[in-house]
């Protein structure tokens, strides 16, 4: 019955939002894994039921590990540690200063004086967050 009733909500939702379907597949994938399924198995179900919209092997296989390991969640949890995006109000003042005291400031002497990456001054801070470009004097 339950098997019939997790099909039954996969192929309804073929067609819908790509993060719940992607949440209800985790769903079905914990629920064939504690019905005792091997991956393989499951991954099979999920061809036959899904056809061409299936996770990959390997995303099922991903899913039972973590579910063999204990960890049943199917929600994506904060991750620890540092953010990507480190662009703070306080880091842009003062890469703008920086600038302005000396304009011919690297971009890699401004990462090592705030320890932070040379891509994110260079890339996101100066060019997107400041709107600063280089100018030839040609």
């Known amino acids: ?16 939002d790509a993060h719940y379907f992607n949440n209800m597949e985790t769903r079905v994938i914990k629920i064939f894994f504690l019905q005792g399924k091997a991956p393989k198995e ?17 995303t099922v296989k991903n899913w039972v ?19 990507k995006t480190v662009s703070t109000p306080e880091i842009i003042d003062q890469i703008h200063e920086l600038i302005l005291e000396n304009r011919q400031i690297s971009a890699t ?23 600063m470009r280089k100018i030839s004097e040609k």
Do not use: N, W
Request: hydrophobic share 35%; glycine share 6%; with cysteine.
């Open 1 to 16: 019955m339950c098997r019939i009733a997790s099909l039954f909500f996969l192929q309804r939702l073929k067609g819908s």
């Open 109 to 131: 002497s401004i990462a090592e004086q705030l320890g932070i990456s040379r891509e994110r001054v260079r890339s996101s801070i100066i060019h997107e967050d400041l709107d």
């Open 65 to 83: 590990a973590q579910f063999k390991s204990g960890d049943f969640s199917t929600c994506h949890a904060p991750r620890p540690g540092r953010p």
């Open 42 to 58: 499951i991954h099979a179900i999920l061809i036959e039921t899904l056809g061409e919209h299936a996770p990959s092997y390997a």
